[in-house]
């Protein structure tokens, strides 16, 4: 097994920290391509930080149906939501390490070890379970035959950065960036987050304009004062501090649904459930990235096109960056820190690309890796040959039937 697939953190890397001064004039941009993955930690990289777990949390194949290749099966957009039992001795263990400051929230489908504040752990429960719910939705669309999760799915989410970033040092995963608010380990079968709306940029930028907005308050109550104009710099230093709130807010919810959507995806037998890292990279991250759309309404975020990985795609093919994509699909090593910028909105692109216009080939796509051996060690020969199998040969005109199309997308 090479280094690279012992990686265990599969992380969302395009969230940078923004500058003040991007923040005050931009809400849309602000991104930078995904950042260096993180390098297996010396002799704990396969989670040996908790072993017991890692044996007791793995999903489990399905055994009474498996997928079946002929045919489409029926498509309904229903979605059985009913809940699954927890992992009790589990989500004792956990937060029995995690420290006395956590408690448990359990939902449908995860057991949430959190320290943050109720209010907060309740938008992040209703976010995780949309995710949950557009999954099992995407999975059903494909015709393909997905599974409720044995257990509920362990997540962890803390208030702070630094607390985060311990734990993980802890779990024999390295520090965390700040910048990065959520990963998910696969040997574990866990994933954590911490509130990015305590991100330090958008923490200092609230804290200004509170305290701008008490200074002004003070201001009003003194004789002579003008109050309107005072008035109008409380409304504006209000909106600045709502601002920092919301886009804190939506980009801790883009990073929880690419993370949360890897762990689902794994536990409903969409993924190759015996090794993680038999699933082809562009795959596992090309089909986490459908699912970043930040939701604006009630209904699931799957299904809108994620156009901050348009953006990106669109420039990398301005600047004729593009990965050739036989050499793509044949290796996860374009992931490394040279190119991963480039893996990222490639693999979006083109998972993008077959899952509006071949989907069924998706479908028997993701079956076929499904029925990898445990032990599988992936060549770019037996790469090739199964992608091949399924879309056809990917010669200079099927690269150019996927870039044509992709000009179609707005
Ligand atoms: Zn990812």
């Known amino acids: 097994m090479s280094e690279r697939f012992r990686r265990p953190a599969i992380r969302l890397g395009r969230l940078a920290v923004l500058p003040l001064l991007a923040l005050l004039i931009s809400t849309a941009s602000g991104d930078e391509p995904a ?28 055994e009474s149906k498996t997928p079946s290749s002929s045919g489409s099966k029926p498509r309904s957009n229903k979605v059985d939501m009913s809940p699954v039992p927890p992992n009790k001795k589990a989500e ?58 044995k257990h509920k799915l362990l997540i962890y989410y803390f208030e702070e950065h630094g607390d985060y970033s311990k734990f993980s040092v802890k779990l024999g995963k390295g520090q965390r960036e700040q910048s990065n608010p959520g990963v998910f380990f696969p040997d574990m079968n866990r994933s954590m987050f911490y509130n990015f709306r305590n991100q330090e940029s958008y923490r200092q930028l609230r804290e200004q304009a509170e305290q701008r907005i008490a200074q002004l308050r003070e201001q009003l109550n003194q004789p002579g004062s003008n109050r309107r104009q005072i008035a109008q710099e409380i409304a504006q230093a209000r909106r600045l501090a709502n601002f920092s709130n919301v886009q804190g807010g939506d980009q801790n919810e883009a990073t929880i649904q690419h993370e949360v959507a890897h762990q689902v995806l794994w536990n409903i ?25 930040v ?40 992931f490394g820190p040279q190119t991963i910028g480039i ?41 090739i040959a199964d992608f091949e199998k399924v879309f056809g040969k990917v010669d200079d005109k099927w690269v150019q039937s996927w870039l044509n199309w992709m000009k179609t997308v707005r």
């Open 295 to 334: 939701s604006t309404g009630k209904s699931a975020n799957f299904g809108a096109l994620n156009k901050e990985r348009l953006k990106e795609f669109q420039e990398l093919v301005r600047q004729n960056q593009l990965i050739p994509l036989r050499d793509f699909i044949s290796t996860h090593g374009y």
């Open 269 to 293: 037998g969409f993924h190759n459930p015996d090794n993680f890292f038999a699933n082809p990279r562009w795959l596992a991250e090309g089909t986490a990235m459908l699912f970043e759309p």
């Open 35 to 62: 950042a260096p993955p993180e390098k297996p930690t010396t002799g704990q990289a396969d989670g040996s930080g908790d072993k017991s777990a890692t044996k007791t949390s793995r999903p489990t194949r399905k």
């Open 343 to 383: 893996a990222y909105p490639q693999s979006w692109a083109l998972t993008h690309y077959l899952n509006r216009m071949k989907k069924d080939k998706v479908r028997e796509y993701a079956e076929l890796i499904n029925k990898r051996p445990k032990d599988f060690e992936t060549t770019p020969e037996k790469e």
């Open 92 to 149: 004792k263990k956990d937060l029995k390490r995690l420290g006395e400051k956590f408690k448990l929230r359990q939902t449908a489908h995860y057991s949430i070890l959190y320290d943050t504040s109720e209010e907060d752990v309740k938008l992040f429960a209703a976010a995780i379970e949309r995710t949950y719910r557009s999954c099992m939705n995407y999975t059903q669309r494909l015709g393909f035959d997905a599974h409720p999760p």
